[in-house]
């Protein structure tokens, strides 16, 4: 199909800041995979925000590729969408020192992400660490881009995209940019820690029995969910229990995720049978869905020619449509060429 009579374009980033989990998986990345059949999809590999915290640099080589070839691995389609390293599309950074004018201090101020990256070492951490919600606006805007999937720990970062494109709009008086909406799936909005079901999963937790990697062999998820914290009850006889045992909850929506299945019908399922008995199918259901992707993901990561081409190509297609936009955007805040 022509990519042209698409209604919308789709924008989403992941870091490759090493080490993809179940949450990047269940939360992100599996959520892009049918958006390409129905907008034209742009998929990036975020190196520019990796940096805002330290990255080795040989690391962040490795760490794109493992991403290049999650997305790939996942079902995503390098035909259909563009799939890109957003350090090689010179006019996200470009355009964002423009939204660097425009955003104001107290919106920035007021992102959490910042809060907890930098704790109590504000004075300490990057300014790139401080501004990263202004690339990741631009990121968005330089496509255009009306509809965004992400986890909901983004949500804040999109609201601040939505203001940046309605200051923008009206500061110049021109419908420049459309208002993009974000695409945060439910049923696996925030996928938690597997030794606290209070606590996201994350690449920064210290314990990583906390969280199952893309690249766990079936033995290390087995092990992983068999120690996944439960409590010492069976499961309850009522839903409205579980609000209460936030780790029960999690097992259950992670199955739910990877099963494509609703919530309430797994919930139905387990209602007071023993943990073992969730925890026991858990682990088939989370083999079943991460061993394809791993195999995939290995194989791919043996031909680094071949995705080295994949992300080459795509940041050229990726380029073709950012060089548009900001032209618009010289054009009317009188940036362009005097000639
Ligand atoms: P991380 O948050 O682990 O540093 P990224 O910032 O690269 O990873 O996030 C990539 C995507 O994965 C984002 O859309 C984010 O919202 C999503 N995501 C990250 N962790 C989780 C989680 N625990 N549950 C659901 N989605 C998540
Ligand atoms: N900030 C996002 C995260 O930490 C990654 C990201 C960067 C992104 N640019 C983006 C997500 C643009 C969506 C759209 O997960």
């Known amino acids: 199909m022509n990519k042209n009579f698409f209604s919308g374009r789709v924008l989403s980033g992941v870091q490759p800041t090493g080490g993809l989990h179940l949450g990047?998986?269940?939360?992100a990345i599996k959520n892009f995979v049918p958006l390409q059949e129905k907008f034209q999809s742009l998929f990036c590999v975020v190196d520019l925000h990796a940096i805002t915290v330290w990255q080795d640099p040989k690391d962040l080589i490795a760490n794109k590729c493992e991403v290049a070839a999650a997305f790939i691995a996942s079902g995503i389609d390098?035909?259909?969408?563009?799939?890109f390293n957003q350090s090689q599309v010179p006019e996200h950074t470009q355009l964002a020192w423009v939204l660097n004018c425009i955003a104001r201090m107290g919106w920035l101020n007021r992102m959490t992400q910042f809060k907890d990256k930098a704790g109590k070492n504000k004075e300490k951490v990057s300014v790139g660490l401080y501004t990263y919600p202004i690339l990741m606006a631009s990121d968005i805007m330089i496509y255009k881009a009306t509809h965004v999937p992400v986890g909901e720990d983004q949500k804040q970062h999109l609201e601040l995209?939505?203001?940046?494109?309605?200051?923008?709009?009206?500061?110049?008086k021109k419908e420049v940019f459309p208002m993009p909406e974000p695409i945060i799936m439910k049923s696996a909005a925030r996928i938690m820690s597997l030794r606290d079901g209070t606590k996201k999963m994350s690449k920064s937790d210290?314990?990583?029995?906390?969280?199952?990697m893309l690249t766990d062999?079936?033995?290390?998820?087995?092990k992983k969910i068999k120690k996944a914290k439960t409590d010492a009850m069976p499961l309850p006889e009522n839903i409205e229990e579980l609000e209460n045992m936030p780790e029960a909850k999690n097992l259950l929506t992670i199955y739910s995720a990877c099963e494509n299945k609703n919530f309430d019908e797994v919930f139905l399922k387990y209602q007071n049978r023993n943990f073992s008995d969730l925890k026991e199918d858990l682990i088939e259901v989370?083999?079943?869905?991460?061993?394809?992707?791993?195999e995939e993901m290995i194989k791919l990561l043996d031909n680094h020619d071949y995705l080295q081409g994949i992300l080459d190509s795509g940041s050229l297609d990726a380029q073709k449509i950012a060089k548009k936009v900001l032209k618009e955007v010289y054009d009317v805040t009188g940036l362009n060429s005097v000639s």
Do not use: C, H, M
Request: no cysteine.
């Open 24 to 27: 990047n998986y269940l939360g």
């Open 78 to 83: 390098p035909k259909k969408s563009i799939i």
């Open 161 to 172: 995209t939505r203001d940046i494109v309605q200051k923008f709009n009206n500061d110049f």
């Open 206 to 212: 210290i314990s990583e029995y906390s969280r199952i």
């Open 217 to 222: 062999n079936n033995d290390e998820i087995a």
């Open 286 to 294: 989370v083999i079943n869905k991460l061993s394809p992707i791993r």
